[in-house]
C-alpha cells in the first residue's frame, strides 16, 4: 500500500471554522416541511453510512445576515454544507471530483423575526446556495497504519461500529480514486479534501471552511475533534 504524502497527494479533514454553530460565520437551519429520501447504504451489508438524502423543495434560516458572516459554504443541522453559486460554478469549470451540486436552489430565508442577529446585507442581495452531497468512499484508511477504535463493527467494507477514538488516521493512495472531496470508506463522517480541492479553495478565497491535515488529526467520543502536536 502506497501512504506516503507529497505536495501533490496531501489531504485534509474539512470543518467549519469554529463549530457547525460557532459565531464567526452564520449556520443554517432546516425549514420544516423537510423532505428526505432513502439512507446512502453499504453495498456489503445495507447499513446505514451517512444521513438521508434531502429532497426538494429545500429551505434554510440563517443564524445571522451579516455580510461577513454569510460565507461560500453554509453549515447546519441536517444537511453536511451549501455552497454559493460562485462555489458551484468553480466546481464546474474547475471539474471538481466528489462533490455533486443540485440544480435547484436552495431558498434561504434570515432569522426569524425579533432575532438580535437579524441585520442586513449592506444593500447586497444574498447569494444563491445549492445543496450538495459528497461521495463515498473516495478511498480507504491503510490499516497498518491508521489507529482507529470502534466497537461493534461487523462488516468488513464499511466497518460501521461506534467510533471511540482515533489516534492516527493514514489513508492507502492506492485505494484513492482521484475524488476531490470524498468521504472514507471506514470513516464516512469525515469529510476528506485533496491538495487539488484546498488549492482551489485558497484560489478563489471561499470562506467557511477549515483544513486540517488529516496526519494531524486525533479523535476521541467525548471531546471530538483535535489537533495533535508534532514535535
Known sequence: MLTSLTDHNRFFVVRPPNGRYGRRFAHGECVAPVNTGEFPECPMCNVPIGMRSWLPPRTVRLSSMQQKKVADFIWGAGFSFLVSERVAKACVTKNIKGMHVDVEKVQVLPPSPGNAKTEALSGKSLPNYY?????????????????????????????????????????????????????????PGFIIASQEFKLNADEFSWSGLHFIPVEVVIYNEMTGIAIQKID
Open 131 to 187: 445543496s450538495v452531497s459528497i461521495h463515498w468512499p473516495g478511498a480507504s484508511l491503510d490499516k497498518s497504519q491508521t489507529q482507529v477504535t470502534k466497537t461493534g463493527v461487523t462488516c468488513s467494507y464499511c466497518q460501521s461500529g461506534h467510533l471511540l477514538k482515533i489516534d492516527k488516521i493514514a489513508i492507502d493512495l492506492e485505494s484513492w480514486d482521484g475524488s476531490h472531496i470524498f468521504y472514507l470508506r471506514e470513516l
